[in-house]
């Protein structure tokens, strides 16, 4: 009815009222109106004493239609608008309300900040749908296990050179250690491995992929099969066995799924950092990220089932250079040289035996080996001339006779030829 206010009430507000009414005109008594809308005796009177006093519009709550106090200003929600469009454009609602909170100073939580986000059409949530895979469960301690993978994307977005990040990942506690490199490769590997060795100690096994880093593609020769070889090393795959580290190889990037889900946090947390921080050379991403992993791991690791580490710390008279390396076998020439990569070198003094192992180690030196001991040598720059004493002498042409098979054989019956003359018919 025109000139009346119009009140908003729910069906259970409605049923309330309703009864109510029915107590203020004795129908039924308050006793018997508790048991009908679920409430007590007492919340019935003053239900029917604000009634009486407000009318119907006594049932509704009071603050209905008035702002919140807590209300967030909208004065703030357009600065928050304003700095997302311009500085955090393709950050996240969970890292952009980090940042808002630690450069900006302004304190929002990560769901309100999503809310504002869709309304301004800034943000689109996308449901993920993946296969069923079967679960695996954590290893219970640190260092049993440990997850390798390398990430190649444009972690500088242009300010510098294209790089990849070797990263680790320990199964059980979610420690990460990583180092950014320019390729993925075995010395990088072993560099990467390296550094993990040297910071937590030597992990009892190894997951990691297919990658011609870790697994060999080479096929096995008659002699390694005869000799009882399952299957040819990589070179990464060598240095771990003989540290005493187990290999697994996985079958598929979701059975290493804490590497890869790694790997998804950091290309889009890390890459963000980087820019922000104005990252734009290898040196200066590896330094950085020495920092960020200190306080990434302190958020993101969790405690493992057993607190008992399985690291191996390494004695300092142990070389582990002498592992991570290059190691390719040579036969010694009789003139006690042997090649390599297109190199000769002259070994100084007598060696045992024919075979050697030529080891390109990680700090660019190269060693000869020969039984665990390292063998003097050197290069050849130049090689001799060889001088060949044969002497050759002019051969006189050699003419053949008239009657030579060559001048002159036979094609048929009756029928000769003779070179540079006619086919002539002869006499029987």
Known sequence: MAGKDIIQMSLKEFK???????????????REAALMISLSERQVRRLVRTIRKYGEKGITHKSR?????????????????????HKYHDF?????SEKLSEIDNIRISNETLRKWLVEASLWKKQRKRS???????????????????????????GR??????????????????????????????MDSFKGYVNQYGLPQSVYLDRHTTYKSTKKLTEWEELEGIEEPLSQFERALAELGVEVIHAYSPQAKGRIERLFGILQDRL???????????????????DRYLIEHNRRFSISPTHETDLHIRLSENINLLKYLCIKIERTIRNDNTIAYNSKLYQIEGRVNGKRVFVEERLDGSLHIVSKDLSLKYREITERPKKIDTKEYKLRRRYIPSKDHPWRTFRFGKGVHRNKGEELREASV
Do not use: C
């Open 16 to 30: 309330r009222l309703k009864v109510i009414q029915e107590v203020i005109e004795k129908r039924i008594n308050q």
């Open 65 to 85: 239609g008035r702002p919140s106090p807590r209300k967030i200003p909208d004065k703030l929600k357009e600065n928050v608008i304003r700095l997302y469009t």
């Open 92 to 96: 996240g609602p969970t890292l952009a």
């Open 131 to 157: 296969t069923h895979r079967q679960w695996r469960e954590r290893k219970e301690y640190p260092g049993e296990m440990i997850q390798i993978d390398g990430s190649h994307h444009d972690w500088l977005e």
């Open 160 to 189: 510098g050179p294209k790089l990849t990040l070797m990263a680790y990942i320990d199964d059980a506690t979610n420690r990460v250690f990583a180092r950014f490199y320019e390729y993925e490769g075995t010395l990088p590997a």
């Open 271 to 289: 890459v963000k950092e980087m820019r922000l921080n104005g990252v734009k050379t290898k040196e200066e991403a590896n330094e950085f990220l």
